[in-house]
């Protein structure tokens, strides 16, 4: 028997979003005055239909600058202690954040990942930061294996992403804190760079070493 999908308490529903065009304008007016944002590969999203994102973890905006990057609408899974912080409020439906507690226990975790497997079977498309945390050291971490929960019986593709030039910046964990600290350049010109689609059943290994071949293709992020 299978079972039941209950909705995402808090998750984004279609007709709440505000267009794509509006939202996209926006965060760009909101992140224009920091970041320099160079996109690669756009050929490697898919035009239509359902695909996961995986991608490193650099910072805080994350989400955001790989929003900014591409014409497709993105839900982006956040863990509920930051979707429920005041300052995120007013965006998160907007975006489109689709909130995650793990510490409510693996039912419910997974449950929520499934709900973003619906997103994807739907026809969407959902961003996760499979290392599970912001670096600490700027370094790529290992992958975590919860994407493989929305991805079951999903058949879409996997576009691995790397973010580029971001180790540094305020939002990052450089010098040992997050924001309250001088960048080193301003604006800060990143890059966040799409790769090649891989296979729905693709490795927790396979993306890692997707990711990190972006990250090396055109200098260390």
């Not at 600058?65 to 995120?88: A, D, G, K, N």
């Not at 739907?122 to 790529?140: D, K, S």
């Not at 999903?154 to 030039?165: E, F, K, N, S, T």
């Not at 960048?183 to 729905?200: D, E, I, N, Q």
Request: aromatic share 10%; net charge positive; proline share 9%.
């Amino acid at each position: 028997m299978n079972e039941e999908r209950k909705p995402v308490d808090g998750a984004p529903r279609t007709e709440w979003l505000i267009p794509r065009p509006v939202v996209r304008c926006g965060l760009w007016l909101l992140t224009k005055p920091i970041y320099r944002i160079h996109v690669e590969g756009r050929d490697n999203i898919p035009e239509t239909g359902g695909a996961l994102f995986v991608s490193n973890h650099v910072s805080y905006v994350d989400s955001v600058l790989i929003m900014v990057s591409t014409e497709r609408q993105i839900l982006s899974l956040t863990h509920r202690r930051y979707y429920e912080r005041w300052w995120v409020k007013p965006f998160r439906k907007m975006v489109g954040l689709i909130p995650i507690a793990p510490e409510l226990g693996p039912r419910e975790l997974i449950r929520s990942l499934r709900a973003a497997g619906d997103v994807i079977r739907a026809g969407g498309v959902v961003c996760v930061f499979p290392e599970g945390q912001i670096t600490r050291t700027g370094e790529l971490g290992a992958f975590q294996r919860g994407y493989q929960h929305i991805m079951k019986d999903v058949d879409a593709p996997i576009v691995p992403v790397a973010l580029v030039g971001l180790w540094g910046s305020i939002f990052s964990f450089a010098d040992g804190k997050f924001f309250w600290k001088r960048p080193k350049h301003f604006p800060y010109h990143a890059t966040v760079r799409f790769g090649h689609p891989l296979p729905p059943t693709a490795t927790p290994e396979e993306l890692r070493a997707a990711v990190q071949k972006l990250l090396t293709a055109g200098g260390a992020g």
